[in-house]
C-alpha cells in the first residue's frame, strides 16, 4: 500500500467525536490533507514518510478560535484597566486610523505564530485590510475565515462603505479555493452599522453562501442605544431585519434577555463566546449555559489581543469553565467536557466548518496538535479532558498539523522564521507609540 503521508503514533486521542470517544495507544494516519485512520497501533503494515512517536501525550483536533482581530496582536498591553471609552478613544482609535495593509500583514503574521505555538489551527477574523490577515494565515500555514469589518464612517483601508461591499466580494472571489483560507461577511456592530448597511451585508452573505459575522449584545451601552434608537433588543432589532438565521455568528452575546436566547435557538443563530475579553473590558458575563440549554451552537474565542491579552485558547478554555461556575455559584454548570468541545467541533459547528475540521475522524482534513504531558504541572493524569482544561497551557502543544502540513514540530514553528516576525512586530510598535504620542 502506498505509504501514508505523517503516522502520529503511540498517543492517546481525544477524538472530540460525537461520543468523545478516546482512544489509548493509538495511531492517526494522514494522507495528503485528509485524516486517513484512526486505530490503535500495533498495525506494522503502516508506513509513512514522516512519522511522529508522541510516547503516551495526548493528540488532540487543532483548537478554533472563533472570533480575532489578529492584527491587534499590535496593541497588546498598549493600554489596560481604562473605562471602555476612553481605551478606544485615546489609544486604539487614533491608532487604527493610521494602519495600513503591512501593519495588518505584521500583526496577523505575529498573531498566527502564537496562536499555532497555543495549539489554535484555525481562526475566524475580523479587521482592516482582511486580505493581508487571509495572506498572513495562507504563509503561517492556518486556517482562516477571514472578513473585512464594515461600518458607516469611512474606513482607511476601502474608503467609503461601497467600496467595501465591493472589497468583500473581491476578497471572495480571490480566496474562493484556498484550501485553508475562507471569508465571511461581516459588519462591526449594530451600533457603528446602520440598517441599511446591516441589510446589504445580509444580502452580499446570502448571495454568496457565506456566514454573516457581528459583534451582538456585547456592552450595556450597546444595548441602551439600539434601545435609544429603535426601541429593541439588538437581537429584535437583527429579527426586524431579517437578519437572524443559520447563516450568522454574533460574537459575545453578553447582554440577551430570555425572548432574545429564545428567539436566537429557533433561527439557529450561533455564537462564539469570549470570557476573557468580556472580563477584561468589563463587558459582563454571557448567559452560555442558558444558550447552550437552549440548543444554541457555542463556540470559544479570544478577541483581539489588546482586550485579552494573549491568543491562548488554553488560558481561555480555563476561564470560560471558571466563570460559569463562579456566576451561577454551581461547579457543574459548565464541565471540562463542554468547554473543551466549545474550542473543538462546537467551534468547528459555530463556523459551520464541521464537517471538515473538529475533530479526529478519518474523512475529515488533517488539523491536529499534540500535548506534551512529561511535565510536572501534567502529572499524574487521572483524566485527560480535566488536565486540558485546567492544568494545560498553551506552551504544552509541541506538534501541530494543519491540512496535513507539519507546521510546528517540539515547539519550532516550520512556516514562520519567529525571530523575524517578532523584530518586525517590534519595530511596528515604535511607529505605534508615535502615533498616540507615547515615546
Ligand atoms: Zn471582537
Redesign the pocket.
Known sequence: MEPYDIIIKNGTILTMDGDNSVVEDAQVCIRGDTIARVEPCGNEACEAKTTIDVKGDLILPGLING?T?AAMSLFRGLADDLPLMEWLNRYIFPAERRIDARFVYTGSLLACAEMILSGATTFCD?YLFEDQAAEAAARAGMRCMAGEVLYDFPSPNYGELENGFAYTESLIRKWERHPLISIAVEPHSLFTCSPELLIRANEIALTHHRPLIV?LAETVAELSEIKQRYGKTPVDHLESLGLLGPHLIA?HAVHLTTRDMDRMSERGVRVIHNPESNMKLASGIAPVPDLLARGVTVGLGT??CASNNNLDLFTEMDMAAKLHKAHAMDPTIMDAVTVLRMATIEGARALGLQDLIGSIEAGKKADIIIIDTDKPHLTPMYNPFSHLVYAARGNDVSHAVINGQLVMADRKLLTLNLEEVMMQAREKAMTVRKWIGIE
Open positions: 472570533h482581530h475580523m459583534h460574537d478577541d483581539g
